[in-house]
Structures are given as C-alpha cells and as structure tokens.
C-alpha cells in the first residue's frame, strides 16, 4: 500500500495549470475589443520627477517611463548585476541565476500581470529593472552583515530596497520618476500580503521622509506600499520570480535532491506552474479592482512555499562549503579598512580611486567636494554595496591576502 507520502508526492506532480475563469477572460476580451481603459493604469501626462529638465520632457518616440527604462540599464549599478549573489555565492556555474537575471524575471512576470490587468507596462518595467540595484554582493546575506557593520557605528539601518532608490536619486543622479523610485522603495517582496492596497506617497517630501524612517527604524520597511498599481505587480513578481527559479537552482547545486521535498495544494512546486498559477489567481482577483489581490487559498499555498524555500534553501544563504561565518567576517575587515582610508585621506586607496573618482565622473551632477562632506561611514556603505561578488573578495584579497585560505569555490559541477 502506498504512503502517504508518497501519495501526497503524487497528487502534487498532478497540479494542474489554473486557466483565467471564464467571466474574467470574458471580460478581458470584451475590455480590449471596445477599448476600455483601466482609471488606476498610472498615466504618463502625471509623472513626477524632482527637478525640471526639458530633454526629460515625453515625447512619442520617449515616452515618459521608457526614459526611465534607459537610465537605469545605462549606469554601472545595473552592468554589475551581472555579478551578484542571487541566492548561491562563491559557485562557478553558469546556469544558476544572478541577480542579473532575476530582475529580467521579475519584469517579464510583472509585465504579463500588467499588460492583463491594463497597467502602465512602461512604468512596471523601470520598477522591475532597478528594484534590486542598490543590493550588496552575496545576496541578503550579505545584505544582513553590511547592515550590521553599519548599525555599529552609526545606529542606523542599511535595506536593499532603500539604497536602491539612493542610488538612482543621489547617487547616479538620473532625475528619476517618483513613481518608478516609489516602486523601488516599496518592492520588499519579503512581506507578502493577501491583498495589497495603495500608499500614499504622492510628493518627493513623502519619498524622502519614508527613506530617512527606514534608516532610522527598521520596523518601519514591512509597512511600505506601493502607490501605484504597478509598483503592487512588481512587489507581488518578485516573490513570483524567485519562489520557483530558486529552487530549480538549488537542485542544480546540489542543496536539494528532488523537488519532491515542497508541498503544494494549488500553486505547484516547479516554475513553471508556480509563475502560471500565481498570476492566473492574481489576475481572477483583481481585474477592474483598486487593489492587487490573491485568494485566500492561493495565497496560503504561497506562504508555505515561501516557508519552505526558507527552510530548505535561505536558511543557508546559498554560502557554499561553511562560508557564512567567514562572509560576515570578511564584510567587518573590509569596511573598517575602508573607513581607516576615507578618515586618513589616503588617495592611493579603491574608495577614492575605483569608488569616488568613477562615482563623481558618471554622476554628471555630484562633486567630490560635496560627496565627501557625507558621513563616511554612508560612503563605506555606498562603496560597499556597490562591489559584485568578485570585485569584493579581490579586494578583500588585495588588504588580508592571508584570509583568502578559507574561501573554496564550487565548480561546475554538483560534485565539484
């Protein structure tokens, strides 16, 4: 007789795809046929950016957010995607995700719901595409230790979502739509919620207030929303994109034998399914709605999947051969040294030669006077968030030579 785990094994690789129930569908046809146009789909005329500049002005071959779209993929922060940590660190593997390609996921999934649900796709795909740029090397793990190397000596928080949105608006200084930075801030797909409800951030005052809070509070992240609904699909397909892509990395490193170990009742455990399904229930539960919405029982399933993604895979951070430990400490060697640098002005060091001279020339409108007025320990953190995976344990080579003993990196294969 069968057990019953196996039994469950066995129901769950029978999940089917969910279609679009049949009034929605009807109504999405019957929508586009007669032209219909969704009141909530956020309207190029209104966009908002912090200072007027005419070569920013829309035009019908530049429309307003597909301006943003070029800013963002034409400055650094976005070419060293490339090179970042998306859950596995330290692997020579090719065929597992970076964070490159995780932002790409992100924006073709939340532009499937958008262009479905009669969004501003335009707008979806500036969000998508810079939501992550302000992530450190090494993922949240790496994430976590810079936040704590800056909490030390400062008191305050460092958040992904938050240093992303100083990188387009203070740092790169691409005069970057509020709607697309508001997006930014607010994309923390790490709080998934049934529904999701329009914020409140209307002006580039609210923007920096609600930054300024999540430096000083970091309770304060978990309460962000969007505040529009463009910004609420990409929130949603951030945890669409990486729930099942993670996994199938997993079992291509080797953390994981089979996908048997996941327990779904509706959302499936693969990518496939899991991307279909998620966004057929999206879109059955919030077509002609103010809101971005799930069913209670889909968004149950997805909170076990999430749990169990956290059990099997992120409780180790993807730190492969033990280095977890060593990361964080490598993380403290290297900011203090830095800092060390920044307060003795030593001119030979990478944070004034690769960081703050490369910073100054692409930023067109920062100079190094005004740039270094800034609390150093918000330049270390600048610097350091910035490195990929690479350039970071190059430089950590090049200051503790001695350390680098301890890193192994994993090959192309599970065995190495």
Request: hydrophobic letters at 35%; glycine letters at 6%.
């Amino acid at each position: 007789m069968e057990s019953s785990v196996s039994m469950k094994r066995s129901f769950n690789s029978e999940i089917p795809y969910l279609e679009l129930r049949p009034e929605v569908e009807r109504t999405i046809r019957e929508d586009r046929s007669t032209g219909w146009v969704n009141p909530l789909k956020f309207d190029d005329a209104n966009v908002t950016r912090r200072e007027f500049k005419q070569h920013d002005v829309a035009t019908l071959t530049r429309p307003a957010f597909s301006r943003d779209i070029e800013k963002i993929i034409n400055i650094p922060a976005y070419s060293r995607y490339t090179d970042k940590t998306q859950v596995f660190s330290f692997v020579r593997n090719d065929d597992i995700t970076r964070r490159g390609l995780h932002v790409q996921l992100v924006s073709r999934i939340a532009r499937g719901i958008g262009s479905l649900l009669g969004l501003n796709c335009d707008l979806i795909e500036a969000i998508a595409l810079g939501h992550d740029l302000g992530h450190t090397p090494f993922g949240h793990a790496g994430e976590k230790f810079l936040s704590d190397c800056y909490n030390r000596r400062t008191g305050r928080y460092f958040n992904h979502n938050v240093h992303s949105v100083r990188v387009l608006d203070q740092l790169y200084r691409r005069n970057i739509s509020l709607q697309t930075l508001d997006g930014v801030l607010c994309h923390n797909g790490e709080f998934e919620q049934q529904v999701l409800k329009l914020g409140n951030i209307e002006s580039f005052e609210d923007l920096d207030q609600r930054v300024e809070e999540c430096c000083v509070d970091e309770q304060i992240i978990s309460s962000l929303r969007p505040s529009t609904l463009e910004g609420c699909v990409v929130r949603v397909s951030d945890m669409i994109a990486y729930l099942g892509k993670d996994r199938h990395d997993a079992l291509e490193m080797g953390a994981i034998d089979s996908l048997d170990i996941f327990d779904s009742e509706i959302i499936g455990r693969d990518n496939s399914r899991i991307i279909n399904n998620l966004t057929v229930d999206i879109v059955n539960n919030s077509y002609r709605s103010d809101r971005i919405a799930m069913s209670p029982e889909v968004f149950q399933d997805l909170r076990k999947a999430k749990r169990q993604n956290y059990e099997y895979i992120y409780s180790k951070e993807g730190m492969v051969g033990g280095a977890h430990n060593i990361v964080e400490e490598m993380f403290e060697e290297l900011y203090e040294k830095i800092l060390d640098d920044l307060l003795n002005e030593r001119r030979e060091s990478p944070v004034f030669r690769h960081h703050i001279k490369k910073l100054i020339e692409i930023s067109r409108s920062i100079s190094e006077e005004e740039y270094l007025q800034e609390d150093p320990n918000q330049i270390v953190v600048d610097y350091l968030a910035s490195m990929t995976d690479t350039y970071f344990v190059e430089l950590h080579k090049r200051f503790f030579p001695e350390r680098m003993s301890a890193i192994q990196l994993r090959g192309y294969s599970k065995q190495g």
